[in-house]
């Protein structure tokens, strides 16, 4: 079952930001928000994650509502190599759990436009 | 940087040729991965192992089998590969916080194609 709800698509101009939201209204409390992209043929690059604090680092800036039902992820200067689609997923990751694993929605295509 | 390497990015054999499947991470990580992922039906875990010499089945491990001698090193085999088993092959590692593993880092891929 999905936990995450993502728009299919979206298109931003080249050198502004892009946010992207996602939906994970039935989160648990000790389940983090993580964000990966995929760029075309090539594996899933992690990119940011949180669990109530908005938190930033050198790719990508995380905003996660106060009560945790929703978050944006913010690439500040978009270029067109962040052309790629974007999963947000929730997790929660106990030791020799056998549910350890990512499983990726549909996630979104990121159409950088020039 | 956390680097994950595979050894191949893209492979092609032939239906019963014995596949092997390396991947090699270098930041001492206690746990490795391998999926496939598939248009459709995303990814698909097929083991996981936590420890060196350990391993578990995921969701999907017919057809396949592990190896991991070294912490570092994990091997993904298919013993005679077979048409539906063409795919993107992905391997992960992790490292462990207490009870928990940490985020996941992705390989660059392989794309393996059965004849």
């Known amino acids: 079952d999905a936990k995450t709800t993502q728009p299919t698509s979206m298109d931003c101009a080249e050198g502004r930001a892009a946010n992207l939201p996602c939906n994970h209204s039935t989160i648990s409390g000790n389940e983090y928000v993580y964000w990966y992209r995929q760029i075309h043929s090539q594996g899933p690059q992690y990119i940011i994650h949180g669990l109530k604090n908005n938190e930033t680092n050198e790719m990508a800036s995380l905003i996660i509502t106060e009560d945790r039902k929703s978050s944006t992820l913010i690439l500040p200067h978009a270029t067109l190599r962040d052309t790629a689609v974007y999963y947000c997923?929730?997790?929660?990751?106990?030791?020799?759990?056998?549910?350890?694993?990512?499983?990726f929605g549909k996630g979104t295509r990121l159409h950088i436009l020039p | 940087d956390v680097k994950v390497t595979q050894s191949s990015r893209y492979l092609v054999k032939r239906t019963g040729e014995k596949v092997f499947l390396e991947c090699v991470q270098d930041?001492?990580?206690?746990?490795m991965f391998w999926y496939r992922q598939d248009p459709g039906l995303g990814l698909r875990l097929i083991y996981f192992?936590?420890?060196?010499?350990?391993?578990e089945k995921g969701d999907i491990p017919e057809g396949y089998s592990v190896s991991r001698e070294k912490k570092e090193r994990f091997s993904l085999i298919l013993e005679s590969a077979s048409t539906n088993q063409t795919s993107m092959y992905l391997c992960?590692?992790?490292?462990?916080?207490?009870?928990?593993?940490?985020?996941?880092?992705f390989g660059p891929g392989t794309r393996l194609t059965v004849l």
């Open positions: 192992s936590y420890d060196v010499k350990m391993k």
């Open positions: 930041m001492d990580h206690e746990n």
């Open positions: 997923i929730v997790r929660v990751a106990l030791l020799m759990n056998r549910d350890d694993k990512i499983i």
């Open positions: 992960a590692s992790s490292g462990t916080s207490g009870r928990y593993t940490d985020t996941q880092y």
